[in-house]
């Protein structure tokens, strides 16, 4: 228990000093910070076909980097993003081994876009960048991830739709009534509980963990970007890069929107100290870093946020002890085999309750920017881009359009012809009316985890 005279105040806000707390409280805290994280951030590479032990160590890795490169001063983890699974899912739709490399260079690339935003939030602020990439344009974009994703989940449900129901009535279950930490961490409850019985069940094939070992390298080769060459397949990495790059739209704004939600907590503008150019440097080269490495993308946790608010202990130290307890599970192989065997219904389980909450994150970011549909500029906007976007995936087979260009051919998925057609039509059409900063609610309303905080 923690003692009142351990309190300090940050404005009205009694919080908890945690040079007083001592290291075993400490290291308590960092554990707490994994394992609110880990649910969601391992799920990514279960669903991807992305390697789990390359995944926490990259997560780790991307945090100190991340610390590093905001004077240490910001209390957030860098986890694994939902907002580019429809594009790994596009490239490598069967989890193939060979492709997912293609979808992890474009990632890379699409980290530079958030050094790009960087310097243009240095030199010109953030209120005259983010006109350009208003509600209008990422609601629809967020709201067309996850329908375009919910028939993958569907069809993992139908493996086992028993196992699959017990994830889904756990997640719900510990989101609307659980308290403390376990409202924070319903994903990875579900997760485990739904493992459980499927293990009692003996739907559980434990063989790959008995032969696992217990220490070994994170990193495959082969699978990582490097692997590609030489002999890469260079209408591969240019489709790929068409297909991804325009998701970072989404993950920036998902990133600002964290930071805002992270200044409220902790009662500190970190949007001007270290600032957002700092943060959003941090967070494209984390992500740039994982994705060559054969990790997925990285993003600014909200479940990590919500443990701020319930500890109320906001050193980043305590995050930086999290991050390197993810850093040492990742040199266990046996820990990740435990984590590629989850059965495939309770993928399905929780998947299907992520993938619509992603939607329904694109719906919150809509409504409560207060977005005008009476303006005919608005309606056609958010029209284009979810026509696109679903109509495009069921179009063909590829659920992308093919344009031969020379001696290959570029595939422009769904979202990728709607995240452009979007963004291009925001810029062009008069009438711009959206101002960053403005409204708080509004502007952290772009979480694609599950992060309410504790009551």
């Known amino acids: 228990m923690l003692k009142e005279k351990q309190k300090i105040n940050i404005g009205n806000e009694p919080v908890y000093d945690a040079r ?130 919910s028939s993958s989940a569907i069809t993992n449900c139908s493996a086992n739709w028993g196992i699959a129901i017990i994830a889904i009535l756990v997640v719900i279950g510990f989101s609307i009534w659980g308290k403390g930490m376990c409202k924070i961490i319903p994903i990875l409850l579900g997760v485990i509980i739904s493992y459980i019985v499927a293990a009692m069940t003996g739907v559980v094939d434990f063989s790959e963990v008995a032969d696992a070992k ?44 964290d930071m805002c939600a992270i200044s409220s907590t902790c009662d500190r503008n970190y949007l001007e100290d270290p600032g957002l150019h700092r943060t959003l440097m941090g967070d494209g080269l984390a992500t740039t870093l994982a994705s060559l490495f054969g990790a997925p993308a990285n993003t600014t946790y909200g479940e990590n946020t919500g443990v701020l608010a319930l500890t109320k202990v906001f050193d980043p130290k305590v995050i930086r002890i999290a991050a390197v307890l993810a850093i040492i599970f990742a040199f266990c192989p046996k820990f990740a085999a435990v984590i590629s065997s989850m059965p495939t219904a309770t993928i399905g389980g929780v998947s299907l309750v992520l993938y619509g909450m992603i939607s329904a994150v694109g719906v919150r970011n809509v409504v409560e920017n207060k977005v005008d549909f009476t303006n005919q500029r608005n309606v056609i906007i958010a029209a284009l881009i979810l026509v696109l976007a679903i109509g495009i995936k069921y179009y063909s087979a590829a659920g992308a359009i093919i344009v031969p260009c020379g001696s290959f ?29 403005v409204d708080h609610q509004g502007d952290t309303s772009v979480n694609f985890v599950m992060n309410k905080q504790a009551d």
């Open 214 to 257: 217990w220490i070994g390298l994170p990193v495959d080769w082969n699978r990582t970007v490097f692997g590609l060459f030489p002999g890469a397949d260079t209408g591969m990495l240019i489709s790929a890069c068409f297909t991804i790059v325009p998701l970072a739209l989404a993950t920036m704004v998902e990133h600002i929107g």
């Open 20 to 149: 007083l707390l001592g290291a075993p409280r400490m290291i308590t805290l960092g554990f707490q910070h994994m394992f609110a994280m880990f649910g969601a951030t391992v799920l990514v590479p279960i669903l991807t076909g992305l390697s789990v032990s390359a995944t926490l160590l990259f997560a780790g890795l991307g945090t100190l980097l991340f610390h590093f490169l905001t004077k240490r001063i910001v209390p957030a983890f860098l986890g694994s993003s939902f907002a580019y699974l429809a594009g790994y899912m596009a490239i490598a739709p069967n989890k193939e081994a060979d492709l997912l490399p293609y979808a992890c260079f474009a990632v890379a690339v699409s980290g530079i876009l958030y050094l790009i935003l960087s310097a243009l939030f240095k030199v010109f602020g953030a209120k005259k960048v983010m006109r350009y990439f208003p509600p209008i344009v990422t609601g629809p974009i967020i709201i067309s991830i996850g329908l375009i994703l």
């Open 409 to 437: 051919n570029i595939s422009l998925t769904a979202l990728a012809v709607a995240a452009i057609v979007g963004i291009v039509l925001n810029a062009v059409l008069p009438g711009k009316d959206y101002e960053f900063g």
